[in-house]
T-cell receptor, first 115, second 114 residues
Framework: DTGVSQDPRHKITKRGQNVTFRCDPI?????LYWYRQTLGQGPEFLTY????????KSRLLSDRFSAERPKGSFSTLEIQRTEQGDSAMYLC?????????????FGSGTQLSVL | AQSVTQLGSHVSVSEGALVLLRCNYS??????LFWYVQYPNQGLQLLLK??????LVKGINGFEAEFKKSETSFHLTKPSAHMSDAAEYFC????????????FGRGTSLIVHP
């Protein structure tokens, strides 16, 4: 069990550029979540996958955001035409079963700064 | 819909003093409740969870929390703070039905003074 890994740890980009983040969940975990965290706030839900199916998206997720999880393994989160308001920590988490009492395993996050 | 309120964005205690971090929830169905801790430059990790088996839940590092349905609360306590407890603490709620998506509170930063 190597934990949830996210890449890159930090990303600095200029407004209007596209960025892509990657998340590798714990092997065999079928649920994968993306959250966004800004300073002084808790994680806010963006979207989640069960295996390769994207089952729910938050209203926070504008059409500039897209997430994929091909083959039900790693996931990518892409932000097109970045805006300064996109600056945040993007967190990925995974869990092994489809139950509400199951804990999430979090990665260390990708810190995005949009200049 | 569910939500979580954490009272106090910062809590400051002296080493050896009682730690009390407050969490109140609202949920339309009986929830599952969690406390996560986040140390600097690390991901969130589970401290403890309530799943209806017992109202007093013990977690790692000496922390415990009590589920009080009448008060819709799930406060986190530790009898004696240690310097290593300084971190950000998040309360989270997941409904017992539906899509099981956790909703997090805004967090409480615990500061421990020597």
């Amino acid at each position: 069990d190597t934990g949830v890994s996210q890449d890159p740890r930090h990303k600095i980009t200029k407004r209007g550029q596209n960025v892509t983040f990657r998340c590798d969940p714990i092997s065999e975990h079928n649920r994968l979540y993306w959250y966004r965290q800004t300073l002084g706030q808790g994680p806010e839900f963006l979207t989640y996958f069960q295996n390769e199916a994207q089952l729910e998206k938050s209203r926070l997720l504008s059409d500039r955001f897209s997430a994929e999880r091909p083959k039900g393994s790693f996931s990518t989160l892409e932000i097109q035409r970045t805006e300064q308001g996109d600056s945040a920590m993007y967190l990925c988490a995974s869990s092994s079963v489809d139950r509400g009492d199951e804990k999430l395993f979090f990665g260390s996050g990708t810190q995005l700064s949009v200049l | 819909a569910q939500s979580v309120t954490q009272l106090g964005s910062h809590v400051s205690v002296s080493e050896g003093a009682l730690v009390l971090l407050r969490c109140n929830y609202s949920s339309s169905v009986p929830p599952y409740l969690f406390w996560y801790v986040q140390y600097p430059n690390q991901g969130l990790q589970l401290l403890l969870k309530y799943t209806s088996a017992a109202t007093l839940v013990k977690g790692i590092n000496g922390f415990e929390a009590e589920f009080k349905k009448s008060e819709t609360s799930f406060h986190l306590t530790k009898p004696s703070a240690h310097m290593s407890d300084a971190a950000e603490y998040f309360c989270a709620v997941t409904p017992s039905g539906g899509s099981y998506i956790p909703t997090f509170g805004r967090g409480t930063s615990l500061i421990v003074h020597p």
